[in-house]
């Protein structure tokens, strides 16, 4: 099944310790975003990749940056992590302009972030 | 601005009950809007979308939506309330120049045996 996989599901870290988070996707989508999601809020976008073009929201801190390698990856790298960063952190992929007016986000199941 | 608002953070229904969860929005042309189900520590997942064919929706699950344009709404439904359908549900919307998702701020639905 074509799907989006998040890696790991629960990752800890130590206050400052850089870290990074990994996506893939076998949808062959062109557009791949980072949310970061805490307690019973709702997801909010950090940044997105439509192919290799970088769109970073303006309100994303420094600490946060991103890589794509390729196609069917993408990471999210954390350089200093403090306690306001524990959070949930999704991964969603869409075809973007080329679906039109049925561009739809799928997302992996999350990576759980604990920052001691 | 551009903007959905979800009535009511928690919602809570017998089993068998009907489910109403309330989405409108706020924007000068209809956009394409979208439901999500969130389980406890689980991405989100599709339940159903409008993207301007039929305003009345259907998806996965048993649940449909129907798009309202005179109401600005996009209220997310089910006949009968199951225990597992107990979950976070958010509401969000796209315009059609964007790709970005505006999300509501969720609805957590309990259902009581």
């Known amino acids: 099944d074509a799907m989006v996989i998040q890696n790991p599901r629960y990752q800890v870290t130590q206050f400052g310790k850089p870290v990074t988070l990994s996506c893939s996707q076998t949808l062959n989508h062109n557009v791949m975003y980072w949310y970061q999601q805490k307690s019973s809020q709702a997801p909010k976008l950090l940044f997105h990749y439509y192919d290799k073009d970088f769109n970073n929201e303006a309100d994303t801190p420094d600490n946060f940056q991103s890589r794509r390698p390729n196609t069917s990856f993408c990471f999210l790298d954390i350089r200093s992590p403090g306690l306001g960063d524990a959070a949930m952190y999704l991964c969603a992929t869409s075809r973007g302009a080329l679906a039109g007016r049925s561009d739809t986000q799928y997302f992996g199941p999350g990576t759980r972030l604990t920052v001691l | 601005a551009q903007s959905v608002t979800q009535l009511g953070s928690h919602v809570s229904v017998s089993e068998g009950a009907l489910v109403l969860l309330r989405c409108n929005y706020s924007s000068s042309v209809p956009p394409y809007l979208f439901w999500y189900v969130q389980y406890p520590n689980q991405g989100l997942q599709l339940l159903l979308k409008?993207?301007?064919?039929?305003?009345l929706v259907k998806g996965i699950n048993g649940f449909e939506a129907e798009f309202k344009k005179s109401e600005t709404s996009f209220h997310l439904t089910k006949p009968s309330a199951h225990m597992s359908d107990a979950a976070e549900y958010f509401c969000?919307?796209?315009?059609?120049?964007?790709?970005?998702?505006?999300f509501g701020s969720g609805t957590r639905l309990l259902v009581r045996p």
């Open positions: 409008y993207t301007s064919a039929a305003t």
């Open positions: 969000a919307f796209r315009m059609d120049s964007s790709y970005k998702l505006i």
